[in-house]
């Protein structure tokens, strides 16, 4: 059995982004490929004219003569554009990863329906609470759909963030921002400091943006579960999972933390979770071949340091524990990984175009067959269409390739080496599967067999790998998360913030002021 919409991405694969979406629907695909789309009706599809006619889509007779003709066709299309369609071995390989990846959906992630609920019910409360408060205090308008966007709003604003002290993001007339992009910034630029958290989040409800448990619990089945697509959507293959989108909960941002409580193991089981380490760098020094690089990836070391050392030298650092400039390096790491110029890094880490044009010019000079790899990539970049190692054929953007061509190898690199071990993955632990964000995995085992179950998912995610018979080895990398009684409780041990821990969430109190759990009522 082969899928056309992935074969097709591969023979011709799509820009980044979403302007490329519609290239590969069975109408484009046709018309393409074999000059003929669908059957059509009054300069639409006969699909629609029959949905019409009979009131939706579920209402049209299964035997009328012109839903079975459309229905005919469409086997028909596929048939002829399987025969046009290139299906190479790495296409053969996606079926096999997408499959695995299917058991996401088929199984389903349980939803802690009471804590969802819960948080629902108090993000209208405080939201009710902060327009009453903004309209007692700074003059906010209680009338129309959105009060913030008028001008007595926007004064109104004004104030309220110049008594918290912060500066608003602005929009380019120098007015508050209250779009989606701009109060989600100052989320994150804010998250320690809970009233303007406390703000930016009533905005985005006056704005009509759900809550993550609005869309959880929008998405539950009678089953009491999220099943949530999976696809290889993005032009570098990165996994998306949509429908709730789990790529998007908290783990780092503290204003957000709560919403992976809301993901619970199966009963009588335990959430463990995987992650690769570094893996984009990993995939990035497999292909430069730069001993120097592999050797900073030795397990035994840390990349940032490493890189701290080649960039700022070792004064201070005797190659033990964390090099003094160490935080500074990490920028110049994903430059390196994605490709990012002076201009980038500058923007980046805070510091002159100057300083970071020799900054990269350090690393050039500690990494030349780095520096050349990438010239090389972005050389070829210009042919629009790259492929990584495992075959994965990419389309770089005319004019992009300077940062698209080694990120893209790097992304998609990463990407491949995460399936690699996904396709090592025991075939008893598939129905385990309950997520996957980028390079992590997340299952749901049962609590006798935890153990068990760790070991397979580390010998599977960890192995060394090599680009050709001749190419020099590096070796990927693994590391298990706590076990967790739900999805947030995995990253107890990681997390600096008391919350994350279940055990902490089932005490009754906290004297921490800043613990988003316990500064408002959560529904046990």
């Known amino acids: 059995m082969i899928d056309t919409h992935l074969v097709a991405r591969q023979n011709d694969p799509p820009l980044s982004g979403k302007s490329d979406v519609r290239r590969y629907n069975l109408e484009a695909l046709a018309q393409k490929v074999l000059g003929e789309g669908k059957v059509a009706s009054e300069g639409t599809s006969v699909l629609k004219t029959l949905a019409k006619e009979f009131g939706g889509f579920d209402k049209i007779p299964t035997d009328h003569p012109d839903y079975i003709r459309y229905l005919i066709q469409d086997v028909e299309l596929v048939r002829e554009l399987s025969k046009s369609l290139v299906v190479d071995d790495y296409v053969l390989r996606e079926h096999k990863v997408l499959w695995r990846l299917s058991h996401i959906t088929r199984q389903g992630f349980r939803v802690d329906l009471d804590l969802a609920k819960a948080l629902i019910a108090q993000r209208?409360?405080?939201?009710?609470?902060?327009?009453?408060?903004?309209?007692?205090?700074?003059?906010?308008?209680?009338?129309?759909?959105?009060?913030?966007?008028?001008?007595?709003g926007r004064a109104a604003l004004e104030k309220a963030f110049a008594d918290l002290g912060v500066q608003p993001v602005r929009t380019k007339t120098g007015e508050v921002a209250t779009g989606k992009d701009a109060m989600n910034q100052m989320i994150e630029e804010h998250s320690d400091y809970p009233a303007v958290v406390e703000l930016c989040q009533t905005l985005l409800a006056f704005n009509g943006e759900r809550s993550t448990a609005q869309t959880i619990l929008q998405n539950t089945r009678s089953?009491?579960?999220?099943?949530?697509?999976?696809?290889?959507?993005?032009?570098?293959?990165?996994?998306s999972v949509t429908k709730p989108g789990l790529t998007v909960m908290g783990k780092r941002d503290r204003s957000n933390i709560v919403e992976r409580a809301l993901l619970l193991p199966d009963e009588g089981h335990v959430l463990i979770s995987a992650d690769l380490g570094q893996v984009d760098a990993r995939a990035i020094a497999m292909h430069a071949q730069d001993e120097g690089y592999i050797a900073a990836l030795e397990p035994d070391k840390d990349l940032h340091s490493e890189m701290a050392a080649a960039v700022f030298g070792s004064e201070g650092w005797v190659g033990a524990?964390?090099?003094?400039?160490?935080?500074?390096?990490?920028?110049?790491?994903?430059?390196?990984?994605?490709?990012?110029?002076?201009?980038?890094?500058?923007?980046?880490?805070?510091?002159?175009?100057?300083?970071?044009?020799?900054?990269?010019?350090?690393?050039?000079?500690?990494?030349?067959?780095?520096?050349?790899?990438?010239?090389?990539?972005?050389?070829?970049?210009?042919?629009?269409?790259i492929a990584n190692a495992f075959g994965r054929r990419m389309r770089v953007a005319p004019g992009k390739e300077y940062t698209q061509a080694p990120a893209m190898i790097g992304q998609g690199t990463a990407r491949d080496l995460m399936m690699e071990g996904l396709l090592r993955l025991p075939r008893w632990l598939l129905p385990s599967l309950r997520g996957i964000v980028h390079d992590e995995i997340v299952l749901s085992v049962p609590e006798d067999h935890a153990e068990e179950a760790e070991a397979a998912v580390l010998e599977a995610l960890q192995f060394e790998h090599r680009i050709t018979d001749e190419a020099s080895a590096v070796a990927v990398t693994a590391e298990a998360s706590d076990r967790g009684r739900d999805w947030l409780d995995c990253y107890r041990s990681e997390a600096g913030w008391p919350e994350v821990a279940r055990e902490h969430r089932d005490q009754d109190s906290c004297e921490d002021p800043a613990c988003t759990w316990h500064r408002r009522p959560v529904a046990a």
């Open 124 to 152: 209208e409360t405080r939201t009710e609470q902060q327009k009453q408060k903004l309209h007692e205090v700074y003059g906010l308008p209680m009338g129309g759909k959105k009060p913030h966007t008028t001008v007595a």
């Open 223 to 239: 089953d009491g579960r999220i099943h949530p697509e999976v696809s290889a959507a993005q032009a570098t293959g990165r996994i």
């Open 321 to 385: 524990g964390k090099h003094p400039r160490r935080s500074e390096a990490k920028a110049i790491t994903h430059a390196t990984t994605y490709g990012m110029g002076a201009a980038g890094l500058a923007q980046g880490a805070g510091i002159s175009q100057g300083e970071a044009a020799m900054q990269l010019a350090s690393l050039d000079e500690k990494f030349p067959a780095l520096a050349a790899w990438k010239r090389w990539v972005r050389e070829e970049g210009r042919k629009q269409i």
